[in-house]
């Protein structure tokens, strides 16, 4: 009988690390950064139904790249939590943080589970708070890691070269249409430093955490003719598209009173 190889396990975790960082890797980025008014998400995306930004609950938001069946295995648990946790206790009992460390403990356990693959996820937790100073943002690595996040973060494909970018480009209190215009114009460049591409919005997934929003849920998807107001730098807002886009995708949110 032969005896099996020893590997460290130091060298096993470093392994486990480096095949969930390259299933990462081969994913296009999503950004996420704050604005005057909430909390902007941007992916590079053509489907129109296998989203990587979904609402999780009334001021928390879910974006992931990586694996789509692993990803969106946590996404369902995650609704899962805020709801349960929110019937039990109180809707202000649920907070990112909260569905962080949840989401941390989950992913530490599988990454140190010899029995099964490290998940090949990367996630960002946000909530959007009554103020720019109140928005928390959490990034989370396959092996459970937990980093706090500052008004930028960029995950999967080129992150390192967008993040940098968005750190020399973002400010505290841009608009939704400045916000918007950073954040694909990182997606678009290169990182060799050839020439830019041009991303439409067929290319683009938008959405928001609209602390300005009346109704309790602050998710909303930005699509069609808005989103292309928005990257033509029109922010000017329109009620009727608003309340059709409710109607028609369960992700945005609660129809205004009005409309009911």
Same mark, same amino acid.
């Given at each position: ?82 709801d349960l946790r929110g019937y039990s206790y109180d809707r202000a009992d649920v907070t990112a943080r ?28 946000? +909530?959007?708070?009554?103020?720019? =100073? &109140? ?7 396959? #092996?459970?890691?937990? !980093?706090? *996040?500052?008004?930028t973060v960029v995950v999967g494909g080129n992150a390192d070269s967008i993040g940098t970018y968005l750190s020399q480009t973002h400010r ?59 990257? +033509?730098?029109?922010?000017?807002? =329109? &009620? ?7 109607? #028609?995708?369960?992700? !945005?949110? *609660? ?6």
């Amino acid at each position: 009988m032969s005896t099996p190889f020893y590997v460290s396990p130091q060298q096993a975790m470093a392994d486990r690390a480096e095949y969930a960082r390259k299933g990462i890797a081969r994913g296009r980025s999503v950004v996420v950064l704050t604005y005057a008014d909430g909390i902007l998400f941007v992916a590079e995306n053509t489907s129109r139904a296998l989203h990587k930004v979904s609402e999780i609950y009334d001021k928390i938001a879910f974006a992931a790249v990586g694996r789509y069946n692993e990803f969106e295995n946590l996404r369902i648990g995650g609704v899962r939590y805020a709801d349960l946790r929110g019937y039990s206790y109180d809707r202000a009992d649920v907070t990112a943080r909260g569905l962080a460390n949840v989401y941390a403990q989950t992913l530490g356990t599988i990454f140190s589970s010899v029995g099964e693959k490290p998940y090949e996820v990367e996630l960002v937790v946000a +909530e959007v708070g009554k103020g720019v =100073e &109140d928005d928390q943002i959490y990034r989370l690595t396959p #092996d459970g890691s937990v !980093v706090d *996040e500052q008004n930028t973060v960029v995950v999967g494909g080129n992150a390192d070269s967008i993040g940098t970018y968005l750190s020399q480009t973002h400010r505290v209190g841009m608009t939704l249409p400045e916000a918007l215009k950073v954040a694909v114009d990182a997606l678009a460049r290169d990182p060799n430093g050839g020439t830019a591409r041009t991303l439409t919005t067929e290319q683009l997934e938008v959405a928001v955490l609209d602390r300005q929003r009346p109704q309790k849920r602050k998710f909303k998807r930005i699509l069609g003719g808005q989103l292309t107001r928005l990257l +033509e730098g029109d922010d000017t807002p =329109e &009620d009727a598209p608003e309340v059709a886009a409710a109607a #028609d995708d369960p992700d !945005v949110g *609660e129809l205004p009173d009005a409309a009911e």
